[in-house]
């Protein structure tokens, strides 16, 4: 019997949408207000579903404890009240909210134990919300025709 559990968290970010791969001009055009110079910020909302068997002794697909733990020194310790474009996650990509995504997931995904993490979920404004359901699942960028 397989089991999900979601838990959210809070964080809050300043990042400037910008890549030295297109010129200034095409980053104003591709990332419009977003490459504000002086960056911006969101309050995020991070959520982690997290699935596996329930455990007949606790009753538990993963203790709350743990994943909160993992969830602080992953997460919260790494990125709220940063500018995500300064951190080592992306000095080679641009900090959008999809590769915040990514990041967050390949640094939670590892940490859990007994138990596997389904996906990240990233919520940047009321409107904006980002799903990353690990590499496994990417879609192949072509397909050979014969």
């Given at each position: 019997m397989k089991a999900y559990f979601h838990r959210?968290?809070?964080?809050?970010?300043?990042?400037?949408?910008?890549?030295?791969?297109?010129?200034?001009?095409?980053?104003?055009?591709?990332?419009?207000?977003?490459?504000?110079?002086?960056?911006?910020?969101?309050?995020?909302?991070?959520?982690?579903?997290?699935?596996?068997?329930?455990?007949?002794?606790?009753?538990?697909?993963?203790?709350?404890?743990?994943?909160?733990?993992?969830?602080?020194?992953?997460?919260?310790?790494r990125h709220d009240h940063t500018n995500l474009n300064t951190l080592k996650d992306f000095e080679n990509r641009v900090p959008t909210t999809e590769n915040l995504c990514i990041a967050i997931f390949d640094r939670v995904a590892p940490a859990i134990s007994g138990a596997q993490l389904e996906k990240v979920r990233v919520e940047e404004t009321g409107k904006n919300f980002f799903e990353y359901s690990g590499r496994q699942q990417e879609f192949p960028h072509s397909v050979a025709a014969d």
């Open positions: 959210r968290y809070h964080l809050s970010a300043s990042h400037r949408l910008h890549t030295a791969a297109l010129s200034t001009e095409a980053n104003r055009v591709t990332y419009g207000k977003c490459n504000n110079p002086f960056g911006h910020g969101h309050n995020y909302v991070v959520e982690l579903c997290v699935s596996g068997q329930v455990d007949p002794a606790t009753g538990m697909v993963i203790n709350l404890a743990d994943l909160d733990l993992i969830a602080e020194r992953e997460i919260l310790s």
